[in-house]
């Protein structure tokens, strides 16, 4: 089993911070490798696909960087609606794994 | 427009079996492989397994001797079925959609909240 460590598991920031979130595998996954954003009794959304893909519909202020184990989702001058749970997500090998997710706080 | 709607119990007790539906409309079941996913305060999201199609599941190991994921594609729903639960089964379902060779998921369901009690 993958195993995806992230960090950190909670940040407080303030509006129009810059944030970087990171996402290491415990083993080779290429750019298999998703970021989702989860708000309070919603089910997540993917922000960025593929290591780097924003997904449609994204801001522009959400990136993604990475390949091979060690991946980061940054996020430019945050906003209040950015204020969720952040989970990266790995689909390179079965079982399917998620991070353990980063609380963002604004 | 794609949509995912989980039902069944909210409630089961242990050691009895979970069942869950998931109907999908918008699109049609085939071609797509669908997955099971449960999020708790405790272990945040799990995926448990997914089908593609009518074909063979795959499952999570440590789940495998007691989850069952079934589809059927004439009524547009997959099914999750959970043997002997204990209250380590108790969270949020979510069922979910994806493309295969690596895809994201694309679509989620609401989920359900399911508690495991007597």
């Known amino acids: 089993e993958i195993v995806l460590t992230q960090s950190p598991d909670f940040q407080s920031v303030t509006p129009k911070e810059k944030i970087s979130i990171t996402c290491r595998a415990s083993?080779?996954?290429?750019?298999?490798l998703h970021w989702y954003q989860q708000k309070p009794d919603q089910s997540p959304k993917v922000l960025i696909k593929?290591?780097?893909q924003s997904n449609s519909g994204v801001p522009s202020r959400f990136s993604g960087s990475g390949s091979g184990t060690d991946f980061t989702l940054t996020i430019n001058s945050l906003e209040a609606e950015d204020a969720a749970t952040y989970y990266c997500?790995?689909?390179?090998?079965?079982?399917?794994?998620f991070g353990g997710g980063t609380k963002v706080e604004i | 427009q794609v949509q995912l709607q989980e039902s069944g119990p909210g409630l089961v007790k242990p050691s009895e079996t979970l069942s869950l539906t998931c109907t999908v409309s918008?699109?049609?079941?085939?071609?797509?492989?669908w997955s099971w996913i449960r999020q708790t305060p405790g272990k945040g999201l799990e995926w448990l397994g997914r089908?593609?199609?009518?074909?063979?599941?795959n499952y999570y190991p440590s789940l495998e001797s007691r989850l069952t994921i079934s589809v059927d594609t004439s009524k547009n729903q997959f099914y999750l079925k959970l043997t002997s639960v204990t209250a380590a089964d108790t969270a949020i379902y979510y069922c979910?959609?994806?493309?295969?060779?690596?895809?994201?998921?694309?679509?989620w369901g609401q989920g359900t909240q399911v508690t495991v009690s007597s």
């Open positions: 593929y290591a780097s």
């Open positions: 997500y790995q689909s390179s090998s079965l079982p399917l794994t």
């Open positions: 979910a959609r994806d493309h295969g060779s690596g895809s994201p998921f694309d679509y």
């Open positions: 089908m593609y199609g009518s074909g063979y599941p």
């Open positions: 083993q080779y996954i290429g750019s298999n």
């Open positions: 918008g699109d049609s079941i085939r071609g797509y492989y």
